[in-house]
């Protein structure tokens, strides 16, 4: 991504001005952790006021009564500078790691509210970015960077202040340097500020990049891709490259400013105080103070041009953090949520159903009709792409219609409280979703309180697995239900997988199930085990299946055909094969696909 092809955004204040709501329940803390830290510096500053008295007083005046506690005062100072460091770092650590932790948290169940559409769209690398880097980024700002900038801003003006009050000529050296230093530090920081949000997208997509070769490893290596995916991450990691050096020159000129003309100073200083000493104008004390105080401020004005590097980079961050925050859930619960019928029956009716996916003026649905009466078990057939899946996506709401409705039991889902919703109907996808846990946490993932081993818990978990067909392989398993199946279950068969996830759908006897091709990992005698296992779950509830294969279909009571987007046939399967030419046909080529799958 090239820099000047940013799109302007915020300025670095205003976008960290959006901590406010973490930051403020521990403004006392980071107050007085920033109060500290410039009580510090400031006892830092006293140092040179203290070597003035004690080159123009014991040194130069040859009394050294004074002495002993002027030494121990810059012990003193020393010590009290210290301690407020201690005091500061104390004060921080909390409210730094809290502040973090809350964010990362509200990000995580944001994204957890968020509709399956925005997950379509966005790269899980960038929203792993945001949710990790980018966060401690920020973390490091509100415990450091952000503190120092402020104080290490208020000990260059007091410094100044302090080389006034020595000498007004020597003030107004410094003052007149500080005026391009300002000028310059501003410059170099704004162009910072692009680089610094463009390395961050691009680490997104790195890390994006590298999400989806680890997962899809084995597909990678059958194919031979490994060189080719090789290619793009060098490709993509020297592009993020050659933005980091952008960085890096940025901060190089930017150090360069902050190191030249503070020394432009000194010397100046040295000029200008010798003149005066040896003129009478100004004592020696004076001179050796006001070289201590420059010194001192060294780095505190080298130091800025880091810090607001820094400031940067949380403002970036905290941008990054906030474009998927403010993003509104448009699947959320009604402000007036109806109660589901006590107990749901299942009936499931589509009224005029259309959908189109959000960006696209296309609809996959444009006028669905169908009804699943209670206890029914109905198999929906289509071509490929017909949108059986999608329609399906309708029922749980992981999509809303964008017209009709979908009624359960007469009653308007998008009426329904999610969890109600989703707690009567339970989904098993095609692609079965395992997580890096163990086998009972997998199953009993949509079941509060289902992962406690033991007890009924168990039992229940164990009973779904004996539907599934899946009993025999976990039992089978080193540790059992408490055995770990790896990342995404890839340490299981596809139909091993597939019965798991099947288990986990009729783990808590949902009234309703929407199942997606439930058979389409599984092998010829593993189809039947999971076939006759259906056969059972299925008799007590309501089903909307999309089938595949024609031993799915036959497991139905009923069969719906969905073709341009519209339910154009339902009947039973012997009835639809007599009456129904176009039927006949994908009947025929599921055959086909199943034969080719068998051999």
Do not use: C
Request: glycine fraction near 10%; avoid cysteine; charged fraction near 20%.
């Amino acid at each position: 991504m090239s820099i000047d092809k940013l799109q302007p955004r915020r300025a670095t204040l205003g976008a960290l001005r959006r901590l406010s709501p973490y930051v403020a329940p521990h403004r006392v803390a980071l107050i007085g952790s920033g109060v500290a830290a410039l009580v510090a510096t400031l006892a830092g500053l006293a140092v040179p006021l203290i070597t003035r008295e004690i080159v123009d007083g014991p040194i130069g005046g040859g009394d050294l009564s004074q002495l002993p506690w002027l030494v121990l005062g810059v012990l003193a100072f020393g010590l009290v500078e210290a301690g407020l460091i201690l005091v500061r770092r104390i004060l921080v650590a909390g409210p730094s790691n809290r502040i973090e932790t809350a964010m990362r948290a509200d990000l995580f169940a944001h994204l957890q509210r968020l509709p399956v559409a925005f997950h379509d769209r966005w790269a899980s690398g960038q929203l792993l970015s945001r949710a990790t880097s980018d966060l401690t980024t920020i973390r490091w700002f509100v415990a450091f960077s952000g503190i120092f900038l402020v104080v290490n801003g208020l000990t260059v003006v007091v410094g100044i202040g302090v080389l006034v009050w020595l000498s007004p000529w020597l003030g107004l050296v410094v003052a007149v340097v500080a005026v391009p230093l300002a000028a310059l530090t501003l410059i170099l920081e704004r162009t910072f500020s692009r680089a610094a949000r463009s390395a961050q997208d691009q680490a997104g997509d790195l890390a994006t990049l590298v999400e989806e070769s680890a997962l899809g490893i084995r597909v990678l290596k059958s194919l031979g891709r490994g060189r080719t995916l090789t290619a793009r991450f060098l490709a993509d990691a020297r592009e993020l490259r050659g933005t980091e050096l952008v960085k890096v020159r940025i901060l190089a000129a930017l150090w360069a400013v902050l190191v030249m003309l503070p020394e432009i100073a000194l010397t100046v200083i040295l000029g200008v105080g010798a003149y005066g000493v040896t003129q009478g104008t100004l004592t020696l004390g004076t001179l050796v103070g006001a070289i201590t105080v420059l010194t001192y401020l060294f780095w505190p004005i080298a130091s800025i041009g880091w810090l607001l590097a820094e400031a940067s980079n949380a403002a970036a961050a905290t941008t990054r953090y906030w474009e998927v925050r403010d993003i509104v859930p448009t699947v959320v619960d009604p402000p007036s949520p109806r109660s589901p019928t006590r107990p749901v029956r299942g009936e499931l009716v589509l009224r005029g159903v259309r959908f189109a996916y959000p960006g696209s003026d296309r609809e996959i649905l444009s006028g669905v009709d169908l009804a699943v009466r209670p206890g029914e078990t109905m198999a929906l057939v289509g071509a490929t792409g017909s949108g059986k899946t999608t329609l399906t996506a309708l029922v749980p709401r992981l999509y809303d219609v964008t017209g009709g409705e979908v009624l359960l039991d007469g009653v308007d889902v998008r009426s329904l409280r999610l969890a109600d919703l989703r707690t009567a109907v339970a989904v098993a996808f095609e692609d079965p979703v395992l997580i890096s846990a163990s086998v009972r946490e997998n199953v009993a993932l949509g079941v509060p309180d289902g992962a406690r081993p033991g007890g009924r818990a168990d039992a229940a978990v164990w009973e779904a697995l004996r539907i599934a067909s899946a009993e025999g392989f976990v039992a089978a398993l080193p540790w059992g239900l408490d055995t770990r199946i790896g990342e995404q279950g890839m340490s299981l068969s596809g139909g091993q997988r597939q019965r798991l996830a099947l288990a986990r759908a009729v783990l808590g006897h949902p009234p309703v199930l929407v199942l997606d091709d439930p058979l389409s990992a599984l092998d010829v005698h593993t189809e039947a085990q999971v076939e006759a296992a259906l056969r059972r779950v299925l008799g007590g509830v309501t089903a909307l299946v999309v089938a595949h294969r024609p031993s799915t279909v036959q497991l139905a009571d009923r069969v719906a055909m969905l073709a341009g987007g519209r339910i154009v046939a339902v009947g039973t399967h012997s009835e639809l094969l007599a009456t129904h030419p176009d039927y006949r046909t994908l009947v025929s080529s599921l055959d086909d696909q199943r034969e080719g799958v068998g051999a």
